[in-house]
C-alpha cells in the first residue's frame, strides 16, 4: 500500500517553489521520487532549489516564471514538457499578498494585481497543464487556498476574495476534469512562517489574534503543509477530487 503514495517516474511543476511553502513542497516532492520543475519569478532562487533538488538525485528544471503572464505560463510548461516528455502534477502555491487595508482605500489596480497572480494564474496555470495532461496518462493538481475566505479576515478583502476564486475554480475545474483522469483538489493552510506573513508573525497583537483563532495556539512551519500536499499529488489519493484539505491547526473546525 505504502508504494502507492511514491511519486517515482513523475513530473510535477510548483509554482511560487523557490521559497517557503513552495520551497518545503519542490524539495519534498522530489524526496518522494519525482522530478521537479521549480517556477518562480525569480531565476536565482529557481536555480537554487533545483540545484538542491538536483543533490538529492532528482531531476530538476528552473524556470522564471510570472503566473499572470499567459505567455510565459505556455512557457513555463513548453519547456517542461521539452525536457521531461510529460506533466503529472501542478502545485498552484504561487500567490501575493501585497495589500493590507481598509477596503474602501485599495484600489482597482491593487485588486486587479492580486486576482491577476492569485486567481487568473491559477486558472491559466490549471489549462496548460491539463493540456498536457489530457495528451498523456492524467494527473493531479493541487491549488494551495487559504483560510481567509471562510472567516473573514479584517483587511485582507482582496486577498481572500482571490484564494475563494481559487477553491471555486478547483471544485469547476474537478468536476470538468475527472472523465479526463485529472484530479483537481485544494489545500488550505492557516499560519504558516513565510517570508510572506512575516508582518504578521513580527506583530505581537495582529499574530496573538490569529492564533486565538486557531485551536492548536501556534503557527505552522511551512514542511508541515507538506503531507497533505504529497498525499494528494499521488495514487494514494486517486479518488479524491473536489476535496479542500485544511491544514489550520483546527481553525475551520473552532
Known amino acids: 500500500m505504502l508504494e502507492r503514495f511514491s511519486l517515482a517516474g513523475k513530473v510535477a511543476v510548483v509554482t511560487g517553489g523557490s521559497r517557503g511553502i513552495g520551497k518545503a513542497i519542490s524539495l519534498a516532492l522530489a524526496e518522494a521520487g519525482a522530478d521537479v520543475v521549480v517556477a518562480s519569478r525569480s531565476q536565482a532562487s529557481c536555480d537554487e532549489v533545483a540545484r538542491q533538488i538536483e543533490a538529492s538525485g532528482r531531476r530538476a528544471l528552473a524556470v522564471s516564471t510570472d503566473v499572470s503572464d499567459e505567455a510565459q505560463v505556455q512557457r513555463l510548461f513548453a519547456e517542461t514538457a521539452g525536457q521531461f516528455g510529460r506533466v503529472d502534477i501542478l502545485i498552484n502555491n504561487a500567490g501575493i499578498d501585497p495589500v493590507s487595508k481598509p477596503a474602501v482605500e485599495i484600489t482597482l489596480d491593487e485588486w486587479n494585481w492580486i486576482m491577476a497572480v492569485n486567481l487568473t494564474g491559477t ?132
Open 123 to 254: 486558472f491559466l496555470c490549471c489549462r496548460e497543464a491539463a493540456r498536457h495532461m489530457m495528451a498523456g496518462d492524467g494527473g493531479s493538481i493541487v491549488n494551495i487556498s487559504s483560510t481567509t475566505p471562510h472567516s473573514g479576515v479584517p483587511w485582507l478583502t482582496a486577498y481572500s476574495a482571490s484564494k475563494g476564486g481559487v477553491e471555486a475554480l478547483t471544485k469547476q475545474l474537478a468536476v470538468e476534469w475527472a472523465p479526463k483522469r485529472i484530479r483537481v483538489n485544494a489545500v488550505i493552510p492557516g499560519v504558516i512562517n513565510t517570508e510572506m506573513i512575516q508582518h504578521v508573525m513580527q506583530n505581537e497583537t495582529l499574530l496573538g489574534k490569529f492564533l486565538r483563532r486557531t485551536p492548536m495556539r501556534r503557527h505552522a512551519e511551512p514542511e508541515e503543509v507538506v503531507g497533505a500536499v504529497l498525499l494528494l499529488a499521488s495514487d494514494a489519493a486517486s479518488y479524491m477530487t473536489g476535496a479542500m484539505i485544511a491544514v489550520d491547526g483546527g481553525c475551520l473546525a473552532g
